[in-house]
Each structure stands twice: as structure tokens, then as C-alpha cells.
């Protein structure tokens, strides 16, 4: 589509979250150059003495302010990256709510059998499925350490051995002893607390599902073998930086990376007075969180 002088029309307008995403999908199924402003940047550059906030007076005041600005058109990234992030994002929701039924879970152990929480470890597949198990220290008692033994076998997916499950079946047996619940066996929090240890297991295994997703989709991708290439990045961390991060080769310069993170350093200076430089902590809190922690393990590597 073109005007009347024959050229192509400028195209801005301002990020809405996903209220956006079906304008920018037709401006790229049309092959349309655009300019989406994020809203900060929109604010500032059509910010005035007297503004009225309308979509109507937005859309206006972007129009007036694209000629009196250097806009870079944006950068239309593969279908690839979109994906990617997308997996991301839902591998980050499933982890929130694995971390809401969590403490679910332990708001009802440590009615019905708070010594669990301190013989295994709470984020493990052993621990959720003796939770299913054995919820109350009362149906731990009715079993012998025999049946104890193989239900634990039986019930664990991973490879446990014979030696190992006696092992933990004797510390069932003995936090059992200690335990004096404050909710009968037959309380309907028991069969709670089974529903949230098994609503976390599933979503577990949606989590590795979508992780190994992402690894086949990126294996023949140049910035996955290159992130598996350095010492504490594993498969899940690369994967979810490539998600996060997105096309790298739309950045000019590392700034602009660092700004994208937000780990760009903030200067306030005043007279005399000069604030200490701290990160911006305007960009992608997601993808901050993945590189402190992978940088925590690049860390804990060099120790050893």
C-alpha cells in the first residue's frame, strides 16, 4: 500500500502487551516496516505541559513526534525466537506455580506431618511422592518397614535401589515416631496435601517436557552451541537465555544489550552529592534472574 507521492506510509505505534501482537503479525505478514515504541519511550517523547490521555490523543501525539525523531524501524525477529520465547515464558509460569503450591504443601505438613520437611529434601521427586504416600505419620505406623520399603520402590520413578529405599523407609519409620500431628489422618487436608504433591510432580515433568523442546528446536542454532560452550551454562540455561534474550543480532552494541537486561548502571550526581552507580533495572527481570544464577554457578565451577 502506498500514498499518493508513491511511497510506503510510516507506521508507529506504542507496545500494549499482547493488545499489540495482532497489528504487528498483520504489519509482518504484509511485509509493512513499523516502528513499536516501547511505552516508556512513547511517554517521554510525546510528553507535553498539558497532555490529554486518550487512545485517540496517543496515537495523534505519536504521529506528530515521528518526524522530529530518529526511529529506527523494528527489528522483525524469525518465527524461531518468538517460539522460543513463548516456551520461556510458560516454563517461568509453571516454575511461579510450583513455587505457590509449594508452600501450600507446607502449610498443611506442618499440620499433618512437619518432620517430612526435615528428614528429605522438599524439592525432591522421593519427598513429593512419599507425601502422596504417606501424608500422616499415623498411615506410616500401620505399615511394616518391608511394605514401606517396596511402596517406595514402586512408586519412584527414577531408579531407586533396594538398600536405599530400606534407608529411607527407616527414617519414615523413625520421624513417624517422633510426630504428634495436629489433624487426625482422616482430615481433609491430608487428601489435600496428596493433590499438591501430585499437581507439583506433573507440572515437573511439563517443565523437562518444554526444556527438551527448546534444546531440539535450537540445536543447529550457532548461539546454542556457542552458550553450551562455556563452563556453567547447561542445556536448561542456554535455552532460556536464547528464549529471553531473543535475536541478539538486532543490537548494535553491548550498551544496548545491557539496557535490554537492565543491567545498565543508573548515575545520579548533584553538586556535591553523587549517588552510588547501581544497575537500572529497567528491562527483562526474567533474563536478569538467569544470568545471576548462572553466573552463581560459573562462580561455584572456578572454586572447585
Known sequence: MKGQDEQAPEIVFEATGVYSKGLERFLQDHQYAYCCLNPIQANEETKTMRRQKTDKA?????ARTHFRNERVHTYVEEDYYRQMRAWSRYYDELDTEINHLHNRMH???????P??????????ALF??????????????????????????QNTK??????????KGKCLLE????SYPAIPKDDVRCEQVRDYACRISELKEKKEQLIKQMITLSEGKVEYRVLISFPGIGETTAVRIIGELGDIRRFKTHKQVNAYVGIDLRVYQSGKHQMKD?????????????????VKTMITLRKK
Not at 128 to 153: A, C, F, G, W
Not at 175 to 178: I, N, T, V
Not at 284 to 292: A, C, D, G, P, V
Open 175 to 178: 520421624a513417624a515416631k517422633l
Open 278 to 294: 547501581i544497575i537500572n533495572r529497567r528491562g527483562n527481570r526474567l533474563l536478569r534472574k538467569i544470568l545471576f544464577f548462572m
Open 58 to 62: 496517543d496515537a495523534h501525539g505519536l
Open 158 to 167: 527414577k531408579n531407586l535401589s533396594l538398600q536405599r529405599a530400606e534407608a
Open 107 to 113: 502449610a498443611i505438613l506442618q499440620l499433618s506431618f
Open 128 to 153: 513429593l511422592n512419599i507425601v502422596q504416600l504417606y501424608p500422616h505419620p499415623d498411615e506410616v505406623l500401620n505399615h511394616s518397614r518391608t511394605v514401606i520399603r517396596n511402596r517406595l520402590k
Open 115 to 124: 518432620e517430612l520437611e526435615n528428614v528429605f529434601s522438599t524439592r525432591s
